[in-house]
């Protein structure tokens, strides 16, 4: 029933050669990317532009206050969370859901820590010693671009949860349906991670 509501929900399309929950996924992916591209652009062109001295001037990176250590505890986190939603999509292809499920919710388990850590560790502690987004551009820019990709994440737990639950319900009744589901979170949980590779030289080391 559900090829009939939406055509090529699981042979691929015989133009683009994809299916079409993939070819949305990355349509959509393409969109985030000139999101994130233009927050990216706008951090280079602040730092450029801001004076060499004074109250204006662009903070030094131990005036900051992130942690290496910090960001990269949390990057490891994202890049292990990537190898399990890989692994729960491969235990699908093997028809195994018991075992996908357990990548899936430790996948869920380590997004959940990575925010955990973020707030705990460096939101709240940031706030508290008033490095608020209205103290510079820096951290007008640095809460902007965390904090949108901490709703990404947020996002990623909410469909990867569905997908453990009640969503899960599909494999009974189409499971190559459901397996290119779990594909098209995958494809968004490994951007989401992406994005957090580039944030973490940028923010934490430069």
Same mark, same amino acid.
């Given at each position: 029933?559900?090829?009939?509501?939406?055509?090529?929900?699981?042979?691929?399309?015989?133009?683009?050669?994809?299916?079409?929950?993939?070819?949305?996924?990355?349509?959509?992916?393409?969109?985030?990317?000139?999101?994130?591209?233009?927050?990216?652009?706008?951090?280079?062109?602040?730092?450029?532009?801001?004076?060499?001295?004074?109250?204006?001037?662009?903070?030094?990176?131990?005036?900051?206050?992130?942690?290496?250590?910090?960001?990269?505890?949390?990057?490891?986190?994202?890049?292990?969370?990537?190898?399990?939603?890989?692994?729960?999509?491969?235990?699908?292809?093997?028809?195994?859901?018991?075992?996908?499920?357990?990548?899936?919710?430790?996948?869920? #388990?380590? @997004? &959940?820590? *990575?925010?955990?850590?973020? =707030?705990?560790?460096?939101? !709240?502690?940031?706030?508290?010693?008033?490095? +608020?987004?209205?103290?510079?551009? #820096?951290? @007008? &820019?640095? *809460?902007?671009?965390?904090? =949108?990709?901490?709703?990404? !994440?947020?996002?990623?737990?909410?469909?990867? +949860?569905?997908?453990?639950?009640?969503?899960? @319900? &599909?494999?009974?009744?189409?499971?190559?349906?459901?397996?290119?589901?779990?594909?098209?979170?995958?494809?968004?949980?490994?951007?989401?991670?992406?994005?957090?590779?580039? &944030?973490?030289?940028?923010?934490?080391?430069?």
């Amino acid at each position: 029933m559900s090829t009939a509501v939406l055509p090529y929900t699981v042979e691929p399309h015989p133009i683009t050669r994809l299916y079409s929950g993939k070819l949305g996924i990355w349509l959509f992916l393409a969109s985030e990317v000139m999101l994130f591209g233009a927050l990216f652009s706008s951090y280079v062109l602040l730092r450029v532009g801001a004076p060499v001295a004074g109250p204006a001037a662009w903070p030094a990176h131990a005036e900051t206050g992130l942690s290496w250590k910090i960001g990269g505890f949390n990057t490891l986190v994202l890049i292990i969370s990537s190898v399990t939603m890989v692994m729960a999509w491969a235990a699908l292809k093997t028809h195994n859901i018991g075992r996908a499920k357990a990548y899936l919710a430790t996948t869920v #388990f380590l @997004a &959940l820590v *990575f925010i955990v850590v973020k =707030l705990t560790l460096e939101y !709240i502690p940031k706030i508290q010693a008033g490095h +608020t987004p209205s103290h510079n551009n #820096f951290f @007008a &820019l640095y *809460f902007t671009l965390t904090g =949108l990709h901490a709703l990404h !994440i947020i996002g990623g737990i909410i469909v990867i +949860t569905y997908f453990i639950g009640p969503g899960s @319900a &599909l494999w009974k009744t189409d499971p190559e349906y459901f397996t290119n589901r779990v594909e098209c979170t995958g494809l968004y949980w490994h951007f989401v991670d992406l994005v957090w590779i580039f &944030l973490f030289p940028v923010l934490y080391l430069t």
